[in-house]
């Protein structure tokens, strides 16, 4: 039945890829057709193509590998400087460029020469670029709104949930039997000790009333090596202990009490809290996703100083991260380990749209990067066309015309070099040591 449950979430999560890729390029090729560009090719996918029809000018179909997907525009690039697009060059840079401005006119039909995508106003093929990721990111504040304020989040209570036996090094934890964690030689938990059961709720932590988890795990990891006054709520009764708190590796942590990367030296008790569903109100909501929004600039900014720990977990057996850079093949298996968790159906559906809602929020985030091939290099050339020109106005100077693009081609082909190599280092490390979800 694992198993079944587990291909059941592979294919799930393959689904609601292929709608999120559809959807982008739907984005592209509607206002491209709002503009009256031409679009013979609208594909899902790459590869061979597995079906297609054609409906007036565009062919829609899929194709093999679910990888991707493109709409095909016609005159992505201007004419080279002598109005050709045929010339040959014996320079490899000056080739790609060559061969990038031939592709986007290999189509081209009499008729044809005021409908392509380069003749438009920089501010409408800014709005055609934009589009693919906008959809992205559309898709993923709806379907983020409709798990947070329909169903809720995770939130840890100032109740205890477990207490810990032994006290354990954050950094030790990864090599500890999870069954049977605590070794003779570890100290007691203070918890344990002093006597906090399951079910105690924190009414005051040190004299101060407790109002929240984070403030109460603030409390905590203030106070190392200290002897502190706790009172707790236990079947309708105040109870009072008095733990000596020890110090202790811990995660580190955001404002909310969330963990973060890298461990820190802080006062250590030892219990873990219960934590209950909470639907959130719109406002809320909001500044959730702009913690993610943040959150994801910020993971994809340092992906550069991910690759070390990457290449020691794919080739070196090093252990792979939670927070770890997945590719599709990787997300795929967390899908498929989603739906086999011993967890009620409800919340494995929920887990899987919130996979599904930050892999769309990560499609707009890397698509906005203003480097060819992606949407968001397009998108610089456009916005730098219309630079150009306001300033030839401004300074009463001959319209430069349009922004070659096409001469980007061999920084273009380097970029897709990198994310080539990068993707692959992340298939490999997602098949020999796959980030594993825990219930």
Known sequence: MTALMTVLGIVVFAVGL????AWHELGHLTWAKIFRIRVPQYMVGFGPTLWSRKKGETEYGFKAVPLGGYIRMIGMFPPGEDGRVTARSTSPWRSMIEDARSAAYEELQPGDETRMFYTRAPWKRVIVMFAGPFMNLVLAVALFLTVFMGFGISMS???????????ISASDTSHRDANNPCR????VAPAKAAGL?????????DGKAVGSWSQLSDDIRRHPDDTVTVVVERDGRQVTLHPHLTTNTVARTDRDGNPLDGTTKA??????????????????????????ADQGVRSLVSLPERIPDLWNAAFHHAPRKADSPMGVVGAARVGGQVFALKEPAIDRVVTMVMLVAGFNLSLFLFNMLPLLPLDGGHIAGALWEAVRRHAARVFRRPDPGPFDVAKLMPVAYVVAGIFVCFTLLVLIADVVNPVKLSS
């Open 18 to 21: 292929m709608i999120s890729i």
């Open 157 to 167: 209570t100032t109740t205890v949930g477990q207490v810990e036996d032994c006290v």
């Open 184 to 187: 003779p030689t570890d100290p």
């Open 197 to 205: 059961k399951a079910g105690d709720r924190f009414v005051s932590f």
């Open 267 to 292: 006062g250590f008790f030892g219990f873990a809290p219960a934590s209950h569903i909470q639907p959130l109100g719109f406002t809320d909501s909001v500044q959730h996703m702009g913690d993610m």
